[in-house]
Nanobody
Framework: VQLQASGGGLVQAGGSLRVSCAAS????????MGWFRQAPGKERLFVAG????????YSADSVKGRFTISRDNALKTVSLQMSSLKPEDTAVYYC???????????????????WGQGTQVTVSS
């Protein structure tokens, strides 16, 4: 299984950025997908998750109303559209695949089986 994240970069506070993750080696539509982030010296935290069909999404309170997760099962991609970015959003962002055929969306690190390598997002003030 490979999860290849891309789209990170440097952006000014208030700006927008989209990170995406391309999956291979798994039946993508069988897995709920999530985005997590980890700042230096901090634990990895849930950002957003999406159900297998894409019909159900969850976002952490810290990003609610600013970040939107979506997926394209035909293209085997999951994306995170980030807007109104703040310096505290600076972190390495990881995509992850949850358990196959799960009917709920995972919201903790332990709920996810496969992880990508991460992409750096830096928000300057």
């Amino acid at each position: 299984v490979q999860l290849q994240a891309s789209g990170g970069g440097l952006v000014q506070a208030g700006g927008s950025l989209r990170v995406s993750c391309a999956a291979s080696g798994l039946t993508f539509s069988n897995y709920d997908m999530g985005w997590f982030r980890q700042a230096p010296g901090k634990e990895r935290l849930f950002v957003a998750g999406v159900s297998r069909s894409g019909g159900i999404t969850y976002s952490a309170d810290s990003v609610k109303g600013r970040f939107t997760i979506s997926r394209d099962n035909a293209l085997k991609t999951v994306s995170l559209q980030m807007s109104s970015l703040k310096p505290e959003d600076t972190a390495v962002y990881y995509c992850a695949a949850g358990a196959p055929f799960r009917t709920v969306v995972g919201r903790t690190v332990d709920d996810y089986i496969h992880w990508g390598q991460g992409t750096q997002v830096t928000v300057s003030s």
